[in-house]
């Protein structure tokens, strides 16, 4: 740990926000009900209506409707990691027969290409804004399940590759060229060569995909796109969004006016956003570290 600095921090960060999400609901301060507030006197006697900007009462302020910031971050924690688990696991469930299936055939191969091609051409957030504000999804029941699929889905192609160009590059070893002449079973060269160089390898890549996914999630909520909203009809012909998740990238919901004249909502989540990215990029580093001193090459 002292020689490996980054593993360390990440530990240490994401250990934070795993506990969070597991305890935090459950401390004293926490407001679970997130209770609304109409009106406040303050020490001076006068009357004020939210948002209440950070204070004793409120150490990170409250929204427009008084419920606080900090009890809506701790317990938006659980929602947010579910969903970037969700995302990478599903991501690298896909991609990973994709890879291993495109490093012996040619057809998977230029069809993975091709995949890659045509979702990488664009930034994936486009991609993202593209799919999810069709009217089937929009309107959708499952919408959060759909929305998980399809962020997971846009960047199989890149991990496919990924996947593949480690694969080959394993198989060019000079002791799979040995074991290949004994005449070891697939299967056993699976688990005993490719296994161990590609699972190392696997490990540091669905952890910096878990930041890569946290970034991604914050730059929607700037655009106003979530995973998770309910319709409710207003009448025969009107319908409402209303969003009453409490993951952190929903207190961008009105980023423009409140940096403005609310600045401590888009800064709180900015900053437990940005506390994420940094504990799992620092672990995955960490890890990466770790696996080249004990001399596991996977890159």
């Known amino acids: 740990m002292k020689k490996n600095k980054s593993l360390f921090i990440g530990i240490i960060l994401v250990s934070l926000i795993v506990l969070t999400a597991i305890v935090g609901p459950y401390l004293p301060f926490v407001d679970q009900q997130l209770k609304t507030e109409g009106v406040r006197k303050m020490s001076d006697g006068?009357?004020?209506?939210?948002?209440?900007?950070?204070?004793?009462?409120?150490?990170?302020?409250?929204?427009?409707?008084?419920?606080?910031?900090?009890?809506?971050i701790i317990l938006g924690t659980k929602e947010v990691l579910i969903s970037i688990l969700g995302i990478t696991l599903l991501r690298f469930l896909v991609a990973v027969p994709l890879g291993l299936m495109a490093s012996v055939n040619k057809v998977v191969s230029r069809l993975l290409d091709l995949y890659n091609k045509i979702f990488s051409f664009v930034p994936v957030i486009f991609m993202v804004v593209l799919f999810v504000n069709l009217p089937y999804i929009m309107y959708s029941p499952h919408r959060t399940i759909i929305v998980i699929i399809i962020i997971a889905l846009l960047e199989v192609g890149r991990v496919g590759q990924f996947i593949q160009t480690s694969?080959?590059?394993?198989s060019k070893k000079p002791f799979i060229e040995a074991a290949l002449s004994t005449g070891t079973s697939y299967n056993k060269m699976f688990s005993r060569h490719y296994l161990p160089f590609l699972l190392p390898e696997l490990m540091v890549n669905i952890i910096l995909d878990f930041g890569r996914?946290?970034?991604?999630?914050?730059?929607?909520?700037?655009?106003?796109?979530?995973?998770?909203?309910?319709?409710?009809?207003?009448?025969?012909?009107?319908?409402?969004?209303?969003?009453?998740?409490?993951?952190?990238?929903?207190?961008?919901?009105?980023?423009?006016f409140d940096v403005f004249s609310k600045p401590w909502i888009p800064v709180a989540a900015?900053?437990?956003?940005?506390?994420?990215?940094?504990?799992?990029?620092?672990?995955?580093?960490?890890?990466?570290?770790?696996?080249?001193?004990?001399s596991i090459r996977y890159f």
């Not at 694969?167 to 394993?170: F, H, L, Q, R, Y």
């Not at 309910?230 to 952190?248: G, K, Q």
């Not at 506390?275 to 696996?291: M, R």
């Open 46 to 72: 006068s009357l004020k209506v939210p948002a209440f900007a950070p204070s004793s009462v409120n150490i990170l302020g409250t929204d427009a409707e008084g419920r606080d910031i900090l009890s809506r």
């Open 167 to 170: 694969v080959i590059t394993v």
């Open 213 to 256: 996914n946290m970034f991604l999630l914050g730059q929607l909520g700037v655009i106003n796109i979530f995973l998770a909203h309910r319709i409710e009809v207003v009448d025969p012909l009107v319908f409402e969004v209303i969003n009453d998740s409490n993951a952190w990238p929903l207190l961008f919901k009105d980023v423009t």
């Open 270 to 294: 900015c900053t437990f956003i940005t506390f994420a990215i940094i504990g799992f990029n620092q672990l995955g580093k960490g890890l990466q570290k770790y696996f080249e001193r004990n």
